[in-house]
């Protein structure tokens, strides 16, 4: 054995020693920050600074953000741990505008709550006002007296929940040009061929429809119209099958708003 290589243990022992205290060390400062970050966790769970401290809504414009945060069930008093985002979205879709909810926490106390809503199509007239409808069928708030509608359809005669919401459900099928164009829809007995929509257009057409098959057939209203004889005006069916009927005069009509 070559005695060069040779290391007497006396000579090795404070080496050893050294690097066995060095370990020591760096284990216990790995066990003394594990143990101080689970203290301050502890201390953040049960500390009120774990509570919600504010609440930003996005996306809301029919609905009001103090109605979200009321309906989402989150206050100052809840901890931001307690906080289950699909239980919190769950409870916000049941508000009538609200499509989809998304539920964020930002540590260490802010919550996000971002809400996608249906869009008006509609307004029912009742009551002597108007009543905004959503894409889904429901009906929000009577408008503010002196308020009236200008970018959607006035719907008449309609007392049927199901009617309303198929008719709001066609409109959501078509393009907003094509909306701006209808004026009324009134809703009325129904025909044999269950004609029971009536439509007065702005551009002096009317359009007679079914519910059942409105969303599918009134897409077909434009390319219909867009052959028609030039300034020729008159009765668009639209229930089973689609034909055209000629106003006698060939004039537009004069009874196609309702609006004021």
């Given at each position: 054995?070559?005695?060069?290589?040779?290391?007497?243990?006396?000579?090795?022992?404070?080496?050893?020693?050294?690097?066995?205290?060095?370990?020591?060390?760096?284990?216990?400062?790995?066990?003394?920050?594990?143990?101080?970050?689970?203290?301050?966790?502890?201390?953040?769970?049960?500390?009120?600074?774990?509570?919600?401290?504010?609440?930003?809504?996005?996306?809301?414009?029919?609905?009001?953000?103090?109605?979200?945060?009321?309906?989402?069930?989150?206050?100052?008093?809840?901890?931001?741990?307690?906080?289950?985002?699909?239980?919190?979205?769950?409870?916000?879709?049941?508000?009538?505008?609200?499509?989809?909810?998304?539920?964020?926490?930002?540590?260490?106390?802010?919550?996000?709550?971002?809400?996608?809503?249906?869009?008006?199509?509609?307004?029912?007239?009742?009551?002597?006002?108007?009543?905004?409808?959503?894409?889904?069928?429901?009906?929000?708030?009577?408008?503010?007296?002196?308020?009236?509608?200008?970018?959607?359809?006035?719907?008449?005669?309609?007392?049927?929940?199901?009617?309303?919401?198929?008719?709001?459900?066609?409109?959501?099928?078509?393009?907003?040009?094509m909306a701006h164009n209808?004026?009324?829809?009134?809703?009325?007995?129904?025909?044999?061929?269950?004609?029971?929509?009536?439509?007065?257009?702005?551009?002096?057409?009317?359009?007679?429809?079914?519910?059942?098959?409105?969303?599918?057939?009134?897409?077909?209203?434009?390319?219909?119209?867009?052959?028609?004889?030039?300034?020729?005006?008159?009765?668009?069916?639209?229930?089973?099958?689609?034909?055209?009927?000629?106003?006698?005069?060939?004039?537009?009509?004069?009874e196609n708003s309702n609006?004021?």
């Amino acid at each position: 054995m070559d005695k060069k290589k040779v290391v007497a243990l006396e000579d090795r022992l404070p080496q050893l020693k050294k690097e066995r205290k060095q370990k020591a060390n760096r284990r216990f400062a790995l066990y003394a920050t594990v143990f101080f970050l689970l203290v301050l966790i502890v201390v953040y769970i049960q500390s009120p600074l774990s509570r919600v401290q504010s609440i930003t809504v996005q996306g809301e414009q029919i609905t009001s953000s103090a109605r979200v945060i009321k309906a989402s069930g989150i206050s100052n008093k809840t901890h931001i741990w307690d906080i289950r985002e699909k239980a919190v979205a769950h409870k916000i879709k049941k508000l009538p505008p609200v499509r989809t909810v998304t539920v964020k926490k930002n540590f260490p106390n802010h919550v996000t709550l971002s809400i996608r809503e249906y869009t008006r199509k509609a307004y029912l007239q009742k009551n002597g006002g108007y009543y905004p409808i959503l894409q889904n069928g429901a009906m929000l708030s009577k408008l503010s007296k002196g308020t009236f509608p200008f970018d959607a359809p006035v719907l008449i005669g309609f007392s049927e929940q199901d009617a309303i919401k198929k008719v709001a459900e066609g409109l959501s099928g078509i393009s907003r040009q094509m909306a701006h164009n209808i004026s009324d829809i009134h809703y009325i007995k129904a025909s044999e061929n269950n004609e029971d929509l009536v439509l007065y257009m702005n551009d002096g057409n009317k359009v007679v429809a079914s519910t059942r098959t409105f969303a599918k057939n009134i897409k077909l209203y434009p390319e219909i119209a867009a052959n028609l004889p030039k300034d020729q005006r008159g009765t668009i069916h639209l229930s089973v099958g689609s034909y055209f009927v000629p106003d006698e005069t060939g004039q537009p009509s004069q009874e196609n708003s309702n609006k004021p």
